[in-house]
């Protein structure tokens, strides 16, 4: 019996050793190895060895990470305060880093992720804010990438999720928007003014030469006239439509 307990514990002694020796990383998958403490080397991915004990490892996962940032309070550059919120792109380019100059990578990113949007944010108008999201996103990036690369940590990306406004703000917006276009409307409205008196006036200077043009086209105009269902019509007539009639008139002593 006792034999039997002995030899089963032997058993359960060297199963665990073997846990502990052999290890299997992903192929996304690395390994910090510390031997006695100390940084040995980075292994993996497949089958890995470690001594009992004397070695310890940490795995890293090399693939991108999703890190929702959490809403923000931003106050623009005009003063006015708004709820932003992001989602960023990243992934371990050096485990070693990652394990050593940072205590943890991950909590750590998404602090400077958060400061790093109000500090960028709240130097740019609400309109910036609201229309260049590109450039914003662009700038918050290279920001966090040049911050990060201590810790052997690449941003790939920074998206800006929501811009949350309070109903005063988006009411004045609104009117802003109506004020614009109402603007656009009579400077279109006035173009097209302009535009037809610079035809009147040519068309004025082309009658103007041509005595027998005119005259035709108070002829043409009186011809529209005609057709209204007005009793009676009142037309001017030139003073030189009224001597060609009368020098063409067969009656003329």
């Not at 690449?154 to 004020?179: F, G, T």
Request: cysteine-free; aromatic content about 4%.
């Amino acid at each position: 019996m006792g034999m039997q307990i002995g030899f089963t514990l032997l058993l359960l002694l060297v199963i665990a050793l073997a846990a502990s020796t052999f290890r299997i990383l992903r192929e996304y998958e690395r390994a910090v190895v510390f031997q006695l403490g100390r940084f040995w080397q980075v292994k993996g991915p497949g089958l890995i060895l470690l001594i009992p004990v004397v070695q310890q490892m940490i795995r890293v996962d090399l693939r991108t990470i999703v890190l929702d940032v959490p809403p923000q309070d931003v106050i623009t550059r005009d003063n006015v305060s708004v709820k932003v919120n992001a989602v960023l792109y990243f992934r371990v380019l050096d485990p070693q880093k990652a394990i050593i100059q940072v205590e943890n990578f991950l909590m750590a990113t998404s602090q400077l992720a958060q400061t790093t949007l109000r500090a960028v944010l709240g130097k740019h108008d609400l309109d910036q804010l609201l229309a260049e999201r590109e450039q914003l996103n662009s700038d918050i990036q290279q920001v966090l990438d040049a911050q990060t690369d201590a810790w052997g940590i690449k941003v790939a990306n920074v998206e800006i999720k929501h811009v949350d406004l309070n109903e005063s703000m988006i009411r004045a917006i609104a009117r802003q928007a109506e004020a614009e276009r109402e603007r656009r409307a009579k400077v279109i409205h006035a173009e097209g003014e302009l535009q037809a008196s610079e035809k009147l006036m040519q068309a004025a200077e082309m009658l103007g030469r041509q005595p027998g043009a005119m005259q035709l086209r108070y002829m043409q105009t009186l011809g529209s006239i005609a057709g209204d269902k007005s009793s009676t019509i009142v037309f001017p007539l030139p003073i030189e439509l009224l001597k060609g009639m009368a020098e063409l008139s067969p009656n003329k002593p």
